[in-house]
């Protein structure tokens, strides 16, 4: 019996790296890592320059929550197949290049949309925002099955390290490569430059052309789907019309509550509990609610339609839920969920701030361009291979307990970077201990996830796991910049003191993941793969 936590020899590990398909998840990697930085640390410089708030830059990171809802979509995705292109491409790679043709239309449409103009073009620019999320969540969903189906489960942590390589040279590209351009064609934040930053980005979709290429080369893992139920055109067109009232319902909902009596209720919680920032919490998660409910009431009148076939819909959302439960019970499944959902909350808060961050502390474009995406990113590719070869040496829990520890400690630095001020030295010891540690602890955490799944419910139990692990962090993080503010002692013109106390804040949540790890590494066996010392 093969064991996640057997140890094989330093060669056998460093061999692995060299697999076909090892080396495939780099340029898919490439693919899936440019358009996250163009929705976060990108677009908030842009917006930045463009004389956009703080506060109003860090919630155009919910454009992003597009990752966090992508299991509702994925079992779509799952299962109904591309006209044309599933034939001539497989169910895996057609979805991979609709994905990618989505992303480099949204890169186009906010490299046309001015944000400086504010009003309805600021609505278009979060539009097309919203777009370039749900396009990369939906990419990511496809690619992730893929890297699942592509490989034996001793190859995954090898091809979760080589995924991260490449996602973190997409995000080089996406990050420091957009922020060179647009600093080279003369924007900053004295002299902001609309056309540069068009430029940036209509280099950025051209440079997704290298993912279009890789889907069309590679070749459709070989998965015996013969268990599988065949459906009628009839029935995937039922279940397409499920998934687009039931969207239409969740945007209808927030439209609706996006209202002077929305705004007026914020203003009214906060004169009851004297915190800006909580009430604004509140409301806005009232009306994710609400937008949820609605949607589940839509696709519960879609049903009462009986347009949808019954059995489909118990195949695609049903039947991999009820097998995960099935296969760790509700006490094990329960604990997994919590562990999912908590992990990566540290890391992910602080980093929907970080730029802005730096940006304050009166780093230039090109010093962040340099040290905290290029310098970084051989940080992160590191600290990503080391956290394959320990997993692979070590086992996958040991070395996710040490990653969640290492990023606990490494958060703190920053509450030294932001009393030390404008001092690249020190910069670039937050971002090797930072990036190393974060990469180290992604390498195992996707490997971990991988383990999870059921091969017969690759996409969906993987798309349910991945978006539960950014939900609440990017809830969270899109208040980042009010919760900086809301410490401000109002003499400090750049917040610094708010910048110290909310990195504390983002440390400190990362601490019941060390509990977490421990209890699922003493209870926690996954199908054949045993977790257990």
């Excluded at 070590?394 to 040490?402: A, D, K």
């Amino acid at each position: 019996m093969t064991t996640i936590t057997e140890q094989k020899s330093w060669i056998d590990a460093l061999k692995a790296f060299f697999h076909p398909r090892v080396i495939t998840m780099l340029f898919l990697g490439l693919s899936a890592g440019i358009p996250i930085l163009l929705i976060f640390s990108s677009l908030g410089l842009w917006l930045r320059e463009a004389g956009i708030d703080r506060g109003t830059v860090t919630m155009f990171s919910w454009a992003a929550l597009g990752y966090s809802f992508k299991f509702v979509w994925a079992p779509l995705i799952d299962r109904l197949p591309v006209p044309l292109l599933t034939r001539w491409l497989g169910r895996r790679r057609a979805w991979i290049l609709v994905a990618q043709s989505s992303i480099i239309i949204a890169i186009i449409w906010m490299a046309s949309t001015n944000p400086a103009q504010g009003g309805n073009t600021l609505v278009m620019m979060a539009f097309a925002t919203v777009l370039l999320g749900f396009s990369s969540a939906t990419q990511d969903i496809v690619i992730d099955a893929y890297r699942i189906e592509a490989a034996e489960p001793a190859l995954q942590a090898m091809m979760s390290s080589t995924y991260i390589a490449g996602y973190r040279i997409g995000m080089l590209i996406a990050g420091a490569g957009a922020l060179f351009i647009a600093d080279y064609f003369g924007s900053s934040m004295d002299n902001y430059n609309y056309q540069a930053w068009t430029y940036a980005y209509w280099a950025m979709a051209v440079t997704m052309l290298i993912g279009v290429v890789t889907t069309l080369i590679i070749a459709e893992p070989e998965v015996d789907r013969s268990a599988e139920t065949d459906h009628s055109t009839r029935d995937y067109l039922g279940f397409l019309a499920l998934f687009v009232f039931a969207v239409l319902g969740f945007i209808g909902a927030f439209i609706y509550t996006s209202s002077d009596g929305v705004r007026e209720t914020k203003d009214s919680l906060t004169a009851m509990l004297g915190n800006k920032v909580l009430s604004g919490f509140l409301v806005e998660t009232f009306r994710l609610a609400l937008a949820i409910l609605s949607a589940f009431i839509m696709a519960k009148i879609v049903l009462l339609t009986k347009i949808v076939n019954q059995q489909m819909l118990q195949e695609t959302y049903i039947a991999p839920i009820k097998d995960f439960f099935k296969r760790y019970g509700m006490g094990l499944a329960l604990l997994l969920l919590a562990l999912i959902g908590l992990y990566r909350i540290s890391d992910i808060v602080l980093g929907v701030i970080a730029n802005v961050f730096y940006q304050d502390l009166g780093y230039t474009k090109t010093e962040i361009a340099s040290i905290v995406k290029t310098f970084g990113l051989f940080m992160t590719i590191a600290g990503g291979f080391l956290g394959g070869i320990l997993s692979v040496r070590y086992g996958v829990m040991r070395t996710l307990f040490l990653g969640a520890l290492l990023v606990v400690l490494t958060n703190l630095l920053f509450v030294a970077l932001a009393k030390m001020g404008h001092n690249p030295y020190m910069l670039y010891v937050v971002i090797s201990a930072d990036n190393i540690s974060g990469g180290l602890a992604s390498a195992a955490f996707i490997a971990f996830l991988s383990s999870l799944t059921n091969i017969k419910f690759t996409a969906v139990q993987y798309a349910i796991f991945s978006s539960l692990m950014t939900l609440l962090p990017k809830i969270i993080g899109g208040y980042s910049g009010s919760i900086v503010d809301s410490f401000c002692t109002g003499t400090d013109g750049h917040c610094l003191v708010g910048y110290e106390y909310f990195f504390i804040i983002a440390s400190l949540m990362g601490l019941p993941v060390l509990i977490l790890v421990k209890l699922a590494d003493k209870y926690l066996e996954i199908g054949e793969f045993s977790l257990k010392k």
